[in-house]
């Protein structure tokens, strides 16, 4: 492994949810033997296409202790070594976009505040998940403010896009690191399809015959995965819901969520899909986003 799979880099400031983000890299750094990088940004600016009054940051924030030495007691991460600080005045999207091409997860806090500064918060979350070179995990706890789950199975949603061959890749190497059941969800409702029709005998025709076809298509993402990693144990769950309904609800009962992305270059063009930003901003979990083309 060189060096640039060894790094979490954790991204502090502009943002809520620092320390337990700090906290939540440090165990998985100390448990994987991994670096842990701070990389403290002065500035939060929106991203283009958001109006603003410009950077969330212009003084440095008050909570210091972040940014202390390994060794000192006021850190909020135990052992996990060695641990790098560095505080920057660069735009924090842009800085931990450049920098997550060296790193092997970007991890962030979630964004717990309300308002103005709170929209703008979660677009720069956005921008960094969208393009960043690495996956990327928004660490939330349940219902959004409540403490971030150490226990439980990890959960990943699963479709017939590339985005969810990453994602259940990914799934199942965290499975396996942390040794907990994974559970796959395959949602697949089409409520398009159900408001075309209008009557519920069509709908439950069309139900009747989209069931086969939907269970063979989740068994074939499946396939091959269970051989790779023979000590996880896999819970399939099929749902007819919404996507994004069915994974926040298995995110109270998960202690991650593993979910595909698929984000273009550029604040402008910035598109994670609607599943994706739920989950980001509405998990009752920590979300670790995945785009195909981001290096793990």
């Not at 940004?41 to 296409?49: K, S």
């Not at 210091?64 to 505080?87: I, K, T």
């Not at 051989?227 to 819901?241: A, C, F, N, Q, S």
């Not at 509405?282 to 195909?292: G, I, W």
């Amino acid at each position: 492994m060189n060096r640039r799979d060894r790094t979490v880099l954790v991204g502090i400031g502009g943002w809520d949810g620092a320390a337990e983000a700090v906290r939540w890299a440090a165990r998985l750094a100390e448990g994987r033997d991994l670096e842990l990088e701070l990389v403290h940004c002065l500035q939060t600016a929106a991203p283009a296409g958001f109006a603003g009054p410009g950077p969330l940051f212009e003084d440095p924030p008050s909570d210091g202790g972040l940014l202390a030495p390994a060794g000192d007691p006021a850190v909020p991460f135990g052992d996990a070594s060695p641990v790098r600080n560095e505080v920057y005045t660069d735009s924090a999207p842009d800085l931990l976009i450049d920098r997550s091409r060296d790193a092997r997860m970007v991890v962030l806090g979630g964004t717990g505040a309300d308002g103005f500064t709170a929209v703008l918060a979660g677009a720069a979350v956005s921008a960094v998940v969208s393009n960043a070179g690495c996956p990327v995990v928004v660490v939330r706890g349940r219902r959004g403010e409540g403490p971030v789950p150490l226990d439980g199975p990890v959960a990943v949603g699963v479709d017939t896009s590339p985005n969810s061959e990453a994602a259940i890749a990914a799934a199942f190497e965290e499975a396996s690191a942390r040794n907990v059941p994974l559970v796959a969800v395959h949602a697949w409702a089409d409520v398009v399809c159900d408001a075309i029709e209008r009557t519920a005998r069509p709908a439950q025709r069309w139900e009747t015959r989209r069931q086969p076809v939907e269970e063979q298509l989740f068994a074939q993402r499946l396939d091959g995965w269970q051989e790779k990693y023979p000590g996880v144990e896999v819970r399939r769950k099929l749902v007819r819901d919404r996507p994004r309904q069915a994974l926040l609800d298995e995110s109270a009962r998960a202690q991650l969520m593993v979910v595909g992305t698929r984000g273009r270059g550029g604040f402008a063009g910035m598109l994670l899909g609607s599943t994706a930003q739920a989950l980001i901003h509405h998990s009752s979990c920590p979300v670790l986003a995945v785009r195909p083309e981001a290096r793990r």
